[in-house]
Nanobody
Framework: QVQLVESGGGLVQAGGSLRLSCAASGRTFSVSTMGWFRQAPGKERIAVAELWTSGNTYYLAAVKGRFTISRDAAKNTVYLQMNNLKPDDTGVYYC????????????WGQGTQVTVSS
């Protein structure tokens, strides 16, 4: 099992920045991919950024150039640096982990609220 705990959410004005953290514990060596997902009110949860152990990344088009996903292996922590935030970035952000060969994310954190005011 892998446990994930997010932190770093909050209320910020448009144009501001936040850094989300996701601390992993348990069988972290079994994780191959980490991702950040967002669920806005009344909408489905979508992938915002993903990071493979190879170093390859994926970003939602709307956040490219503004968000950066990174990992500190020594701390078993994944970060999402969010700059130039926009009201459309508002939502609950979830950290997720996938094991090798899996077609879906197996482990999820509890989520952290990000609210961007205009």
């Amino acid at each position: 099992q892998v446990q994930l705990v997010e932190s770093g959410g909050g209320l910020v004005q448009a144009g501001g920045s936040l850094r989300l953290s996701c601390a992993a514990s348990g069988r972290t060596f079994s994780v191959s991919t980490m991702g950040w997902f967002r669920q806005a009110p009344g909408k489905e949860r979508i992938a915002v950024a993903e990071l493979w152990t190879s170093g390859n990344t994926y970003y939602l088009a709307a956040v490219k150039g503004r968000f950066t996903i990174s990992r500190d292996a020594a701390k078993n922590t994944v970060y999402l640096q969010m700059n130039n935030l926009k009201p459309d970035d508002t939502g609950v952000y979830y950290c997720a982990a996938k094991i090798p060969g899996a077609t879906k994310y197996d482990y999820w954190g509890q989520g952290t609220q990000v609210t961007v005011s205009s």
